[in-house]
């Protein structure tokens, strides 16, 4: 069966200092990955999707990036944070095709100090 | 891209149902609805989608309007276990289907 691996689940991190959060899929092959953020009581914010290795969609003009240098990993990274970047970071996947269902990780809380 | 509306918040007493509604009135032929629920930190949860016709899991009821620009989820019997925010997205039937951008949702809030 399928399963995505997100960690860590809560983060506390310094301004200006680098970030890296690594999301791993089991189960499948070639599938679309997501970056999404969400800031307290808030949707979902696209950040980054990724339709293949290498190959990075980028949403929002930020402060981050994203990298995908396997198949199913996917990992959102920044040189220097943000306060404004603290929030809940979600990784998902999905096969193509609008009949898939998107399946997310259990998340990761970033605090910006 | 095709976009959905959603109310803010709905409130629902314990063990009715609940009808949540969403607006796409820009909606195309080939995009399907999706609905997802976020339970309080956690990541979203898939519950139901479909195309044209009406569906029913386990989880929910999902109702499209004949024309497609509207739907509504349906929960038969709410628990205090379905307080969460509830999620409408399109889903396009091409490439454009990569990219998967969710609404606000709505914040349901179940009173026991």
């Known amino acids: 069966s399928q399963t995505i691996h997100q960690w860590p689940a809560t983060l506390v991190q310094p301004v200006g200092s680098p970030l890296s959060l690594e999301c791993t899929v089991e189960?499948?092959?070639?599938?679309?990955l997501y970056w999404y953020r969400q800031a307290a009581g808030r949707g979902l914010q696209l950040l980054f999707y990724?339709?293949?290795?290498?190959?990075i969609s980028s949403e929002v003009p930020q402060n981050l990036s994203a990298s995908r240098p396997q198949d199913r990993q996917f990992i959102l990274s920044s040189k220097k944070l943000l306060l404004s970047d603290s929030g809940f970071y979600l990784c998902a996947w999905t096969v193509g095709g609008a009949n898939e269902k998107l399946f997310f990780g259990s998340g990761t809380q970033l605090s910006v100090l | 891209d095709a976009k959905t509306t959603q109310p803010n918040s709905m409130e629902s007493n314990e063990e009715e149902p609940v009808h949540l509604p969403c607006n796409h009135s820009?909606?195309?032929?080939?995009?399907?609805i999706h609905w997802y629920r976020q339970l309080p930190s956690q990541g979203p949860e898939y519950v139901i989608h479909?195309?044209?016709s009406n569906v029913n899991n386990r989880m929910a009821s999902l109702a499209i309007a004949e024309d497609r620009k509207s739907s509504t989820l349906i929960l038969h019997r709410a628990t205090l276990r379905d307080a969460a925010v509830y999620y409408c997205i399109l889903r396009p039937y091409n490439n454009a289907g990569n990219m998967l951008t969710f609404g606000g949702g709505t914040r349901l809030m179940v009173k026991p």
């Open positions: 820009t909606i195309s032929g080939t995009d399907y």
């Open positions: 990724s339709v293949g290795i290498g190959q």
């Open positions: 189960g499948t092959s070639n599938p679309n």
């Open positions: 479909g195309l044209t």
